[in-house]
C-alpha cells in the first residue's frame, strides 16, 4: 500500500530500527507478520510506531498508515532474505568507511555524530543498521538493476523521446593552439613575438609558418591541434576569447598559464541532438538516476512471487 502523506513516508525513509534479524522476545510477542518463516512482531511494529509518532508530534497512526508501516518492514526483510540468498552483503569496514564520510562532510568527530544523533533519539546501532540498509539497497541498484536497464529499450526510447534537450552535444571548436614561453623569452619580448604572429595569422599566414618565423622552432603539430574543445575544457580567463571567434580567425595574445596563448580556430560544430544510439549511455544514466526508486519497488514486488509472506490483520 503506498502511504499518501508525503512526511509520513518520509518518516519511514529514515525509521533505523530493523535488521531484518529475528529478536529474541518473538517468541512471546504477537507476530503480525512473517517473511519465509521469520517473524514480525508486533513490539517491532510499536517501536516503529512509536519512533514515527515522537519525531512528528503526532498522538497516533492512522490504521492504513500501520499497514504501510508494515509494508516497509516486510520490504526490508525481503531484501535482507534476498541479498543473503545471491551473496550480496555489507562489512563492517564498508559501514566504517561511510561513518567517517558522514562525520567528514559534517565536520564533526565521531563523538560529535554520536551525541548529534542522540539528541535526534537515534541510537548508534540503529544508525549503523541504517547504513548497512542503505549500503545493500545501493549494492542491489547496481548490480541487480542497473545493467538490466538495457532490456528496457522501449521505455528508454519513449524516455529519450520526452527528454532529448538533455541529450546535445555541447558546442565545440577544432583549435590549433600556439604558445610563446615567458620563462624562455622574458615578459617584453614573449608579448612582442606573440603580437607578431598574432598580425601574421591575421594578414593571412599560416600558424605554424608564423610561429616558426618569429620563434626560430616548428610548431610541434602534436601538441599545437587540440582537436575538438568545449567551453569547460578551457580556462576561464580563455573560454570567452575563444569562443566568441568564428572558423578562420585567431585570438590576440592572451596572457596565462605559462606565456603568451594564440588560439586559431579551424572550424566551429553546433550543438544538436544526439541520435538515440549514440545517446544511449547517458540516457541509461539519467533513466536510471530518475527512476531508480521505482526500479527498486518493481524488483521488491517481483521478489513477493519468491518468498512467502504472511500477514496478520487481526493483530495490528
Not at 512473517?34 to 512509536?50: D, F, H, R, Y
Not at 508494515?70 to 526490508?76: F, T
Not at 585567431?250 to 598559464?257: D, E, G, M, S
Request: aromatic share 8%; glycine share 6%; with cysteine.
Amino acid at each position: 500500500m503506498k502511504i499518501k502523506d508525503r512526511k509520513f513516508l518520509a518518516a519511514i525513509l529514515l525509521f533505523l530500527l530493523f535488521s531484518g534479524v529475528a529478536l529474541p522476545r518473538a517468541l512471546i510477542d504477537s507476530v503480525v507478520a512473517s517473511v519465509n518463516g521469520t517473524p514480525i512482531t508486533l513490539s517491532e511494529l510499536k517501536t516503529a510506531m512509536k519512533s514515527i509518532l515522537e519525531k512528528n508530534n503526532w498522538k497516533a497512526l492512522k490504521a492504513e498508515d500501520k499497514n504501510s508501516l508494515l509494508d516497509e518492514i516486510i520490504s526490508r526483510r525481503l531484501l535482507y532474505l534476498e541479498c543473503n540468498r545471491i551473496g550480496i552483503n555489507v562489512t563492517n569496514e564498508e559501514i566504517e568507511k561511510s561513518v567517517n564520510e558522514v562525520s567528514s562532510v559534517n565536520s564533526m568527530t565521531r563523538e560529535e555524530l554520536k551525541d548529534t544523533l542522540k539528541k535526534k533519539g537515534i541510537y548508534w546501532k540503529e544508525y549503523q543498521q541504517e547504513i548497512r540498509f542503505r549500503i545493500l539497497k545501493e549494492k542491489v541498484l547496481q548490480s541487480i538493476i542497473f545493467p538490466r536497464i538495457g532490456e528496457r529499450r522501449e521505455a528508454l526510447e519513449q524516455f529519450y523521446l520526452q527528454n532529448k534537450d538533455k541529450f546535445k552535444t555541447a558546442e565545440s571548436l577544432h583549435l590549433l593552439h600556439a604558445v610563446i614561453p615567458v620563462p624562455q623569452f622574458g615578459e617584453s619580448q614573449a608579448a612582442q613575438k606573440a603580437g607578431k604572429i598574432y598580425k601574421a595569422v591575421k594578414a593571412g599566414e599560416g600558424l605554424s609558418d608564423a610561429y616558426r618565423r618569429n620563434i626560430g622552432a616548428p610548431l610541434d603539430s602534436s601538441t599545437a591541434d587540440l582537436g575538438f574543445v568545449y567551453k569547460e575544457e578551457l580556462l576561464p580567463e580563455l573560454e570567452k576569447a575563444v569562443f566568441n571567434l568564428p572558423a578562420g580567425r585567431i585570438t590576440q595574445p592572451l596572457r596565462a598559464k605559462g606565456g603568451y596563448h594564440l588560439f586559431f580556430v579551424l572550424e566551429r560544430r553546433s550543438s544538436a541532438i544526439k541520435s538515440f544510439d549514440d545517446a544511449m549511455p547517458e540516457i541509461k544514466e539519467l533513466y536510471f538516476k530518475e527512476k531508480s526508486e521505482e526500479l527498486y519497488e518493481e524488483w521488491l514486488e517481483g521478489l513477493k512471487g519468491k518468498y512467502v509472506i504472511k500477514k496478520i490483520e487481526e493483530q495490528l
